[in-house]
């Protein structure tokens, strides 16, 4: 078992910054890899990025590269999504996602474990 709290979230000015955190307890955190997705409102949830259990890999979606940043700190169990240059259409709910399997995935379904999710609005 995994549980995932995320904090962060607020309202912002399109340009701002913001910086997420998600906490992890329960199984080991380093023994697994770790996403961020987001889902807007009448939107499908989708994969925002993805760090390995290690730190070394991580993966973007296209609308984000180059703006958001994805790091861990595996001693304190957290994962962090830095987020700059913020425009409207990054306003969503931010989730952070557990994929306790050996695998490496932009996909929700992979995902074992959720967090309750954590606003973001960018106002123009």
């Known amino acids: 078992q995994v549980q995932l709290l995320e904090s962060g979230g607020g309202l912002v000015q399109a340009g701002g910054s913001l910086r997420l955190s998600c906490a992890a307890s329960?199984?080991?955190?380093?023994?697994?890899?770790m996403g961020w997705f987001r889902q807007a409102p009448g939107k499908e949830r989708e994969f925002v990025a993805a760090?390995?259990?290690?730190?070394?890999?991580?993966s973007y979606a296209d609308s984000v590269k180059g703006r958001f940043t994805i790091s861990r700190d595996n001693a304190k169990a957290t994962v962090y999504l830095q987020m700059s240059s913020l425009k409207p259409e990054d306003t969503a709910v931010y989730f952070c996602a557990a994929d306790l399997s050996l695998g490496y995935s932009d996909s929700v379904a992979e995902y074992d474990y959720w967090g309750q999710g954590t606003q973001v609005t960018v106002s123009s």
């Open positions: 329960g199984r080991t955190f380093s023994s697994y890899n």
């Open positions: 760090i390995s259990w290690t730190g070394v890999r991580k």
